[in-house]
């Protein structure tokens, strides 16, 4: 299993936000939102591991800025840390009013994804190698993320999150 880097799981998804997709006050409604970024996170799962994947969770999603009707949201995905079956991708969600020619930041959220063998079991993931500080800084993070994730979903206890440990631990 070849190792990659996150530049090899990068997606760009773009979308044009629809009278549909809106709701009473003309803005993207958050759950149209998060489908999309759904997506655009597991496509850069599947590159990564060359198979199908599934949503293990999604963190805390904070919308910024709203996307408003007519405008044109893009989205920016990519791998942070592989572990064993899991990926934690990071996702970046951008609006842009063309009229004005103006682009600004919506939110970011990261989403873990497992890959599955072809009888639907989690199957081991390759490597990812972060190349630029800006990668090494999110692949390190990944770690701590990862243990909080355990922690809150009731698989890991507070004892075992090295990482974590001084924020639960007296």
């Given at each position: 299993?070849?190792?990659?880097?996150?530049?090899?799981?990068?997606?760009?998804?773009?979308?044009?936000?629809?009278?549909n997709d809106t709701n009473t006050l003309g803005n993207l409604m958050g759950g149209r939102l998060m489908h999309w970024m759904d997506?655009?996170?597991?496509?850069?799962?599947?590159?990564?591991?060359?198979?199908?994947?599934?949503?293990?969770?999604?963190?805390?999603?904070?919308?910024?800025s709203?996307?408003?009707?007519?405008?044109?949201?893009?989205?920016?995905?990519?791998?942070?840390?592989?572990?064993?079956?899991?990926?934690e991708v990071f996702i970046r969600v951008w609006g842009e009013d063309l009229s004005a020619?103006?682009?600004?930041?919506?939110?970011e959220a990261y989403l873990t994804f497992v890959a599955l063998d072809p009888n639907g079991r989690?199957?081991?993931v390759p490597e990812l190698i972060p190349e630029t500080d800006e990668e090494v800084k999110m692949y390190d993070g990944a770690l701590r993320r990862r243990q909080l994730r355990l922690i809150l979903g009731g698989k890991m206890k507070a004892e075992d999150a090295g990482e974590l440990r001084a924020l639960f631990i007296k």
């Open positions: 299993m070849k190792a990659k880097n996150p530049k090899d799981t990068f997606v760009v998804m773009s979308e044009l936000v629809l009278p997506i655009a996170a597991a496509i850069a799962g599947q590159k990564h591991c060359g198979c199908p994947v599934v949503t293990a969770s999604v963190d805390n999603v904070s919308f910024t709203p996307i408003k009707l007519g405008n044109l949201l893009t989205i920016e995905a990519k791998l942070t840390r592989s572990f064993n079956t899991s990926m020619q103006y682009k600004y930041l919506s939110n989690p199957r081991k």
